[in-house]
Nanobody, 116 residues
Framework: QVQLVESGGGSVQPGGSLRLSCVAS????????MGWYRQAPGSQGRELVA????????YYPSFLKGRFTVSVDKAANTMWLQMNSLEAADTAVYYC?????????WGPGTQVTVSS
């Protein structure tokens, strides 16, 4: 049974940083491409903000301008998302999942609020 649990969210001022964690069970990071996603308030969909391949390659959408970094500890089945220079537009619930996502495996997500 797959379980994904995100944590580390919170409220920060613009320009601040947060580090999100994703602890996975039932998913082997060695054979699955993983992603971080977010769903902004009022949005019906979730957008990909980071992708991590099994070989350690990373991808980020250009609109993030290099502010986010994904990393992983495969032995601990834990993935992180370091978010710097946060902006109000980053306010969202953040989730981890495989990439492409398995819609049966969404976890509870972690809320990130960026506000002055």
């Amino acid at each position: 049974q797959v379980q994904l649990v995100e944590s580390g969210g919170g409220s920060v001022q613009p320009g601040g940083s947060l580090r999100l964690s994703c602890v996975a069970s039932g998913i082997d990071f060695s054979i699955n491409v993983m992603g971080w996603y977010r769903q902004a308030p009022g949005s019906q969909g979730r957008e990909l903000v980071a992708r991590l391949t099994t070989a350690g390659g990373t991808y980020y959408p250009s609109f993030l301008k290099g502010r986010f970094t994904v990393s992983v500890d495969k032995a601990a089945n834990t993935m992180w998302l370091q978010m710097n220079s946060l902006e109000a537009a980053d306010t969202a619930v953040y989730y981890c999942n495989t990439q492409p996502p398995d819609h049966e495996n969404w976890g509870p997500g972690t809320q990130v609020t960026v506000s002055s």
